[in-house]
């Protein structure tokens, strides 16, 4: 992740909580499932921070997903989707560049440290590296 005191809250034009660092900003594509149905696709910013995702929609307003208050989640690298169910019968999908990003960012905030290492939805990244030197 990038460093966090490289991230300018104020060129991003937003406002984070105290303790609240900006790890990455990346795009992504942004739905939610209304009434059983996905629903069009926004190709957003998004800034995924240590407390939450933050999309700012083509309108420029943003939306924030707060980690703290997630009931599910599911990332599914190898679909290249993340997502974010709030229990509200609005489930949230990110999708695209950032999908990994959100997904290692999410595992870090809901499970803790630890579930990097453990968690099956991280498979994919750890497939992918490369052995250390000795």
């Not at 499970?111 to 497939?127: F, K, N």
């Amino acid at each position: 992740m990038s460093d966090p005191q490289r991230m300018d809250v104020l060129t991003l034009r937003i406002v984070t909580e105290p303790d609240e660092d900006v790890l990455r900003v990346a795009m992504c594509w942004a739905r939610w499932r209304v009434d059983g149905q996905w629903g069009e696709s926004y190709w957003c910013q998004g800034i995924v921070t240590t407390q939450r995702l933050l999309l700012r929609l083509p309108d420029g307003s943003l939306r924030s997903q707060w980690w703290g208050t997630v009931v599910g989640f599911d990332a599914d690298l190898e679909a290249g989707h993340v997502v974010l169910d709030y229990g509200d019968g609005r489930p949230r999908q990110i999708a695209g560049p950032a999908a990994a990003v959100v997904a290692v960012a999410g595992i870090n905030a809901i499970y803790g440290t630890e579930a990097l290492i453990r968690h099956p939805s991280l498979e994919p990244l750890r497939a992918h590296e490369t052995p250390s030197r000795g």
